[in-house]
């Protein structure tokens, strides 16, 4: 059964930072593209950021600039740090990785920036 568990979430002011870990456990042959999506109250998920096995990287416009995602493939978990939060960063993320050929999605973790 594979998991992904997110942390890292939490309360904010407005030009702090952030940085989200989530880590894929399992039974796991193989991790392609994972990624961090974001579901703010009322509105629908939407991509940040996602990155390749290989490194290559694409963002949100909203998150370019700001947020950085990487990946440590030896430990299965996929980062984002963010800087310089605005309040309508506030949302739940999610990750999100394509392990042995399926999707999968962690539950979620709450960011919250004050303004």
């Known amino acids: 059964q594979v998991q992904l568990v997110e942390s890292g979430g939490g309360l904010v002011q407005a030009g702090g930072s952030l940085r989200l870990s989530c880590a894929a456990s399992g039974s796991i042959f193989s991790i392609g593209t994972m990624g961090w999506y974001r579901q703010a109250p009322g509105k629908q998920r939407e991509l940040v950021a996602e990155?390749?096995?290989?490194?290559?990287?694409r963002y949100a416009d909203s998150a370019k600039d700001r947020f950085t995602i990487s990946r440590d493939n030896s430990k299965n978990t996929v980062y984002l740090q963010m800087n310089s939060l605005k309040p309508e960063d506030t949302a739940v993320y999610y990750c999100n990785g394509l392990i042995n050929g399926m999707d999968y999605w962690g539950k979620g973790t709450l960011v919250t920036v004050s303004s």
């Open positions: 990155i390749t096995s290989l490194g290559s990287t």
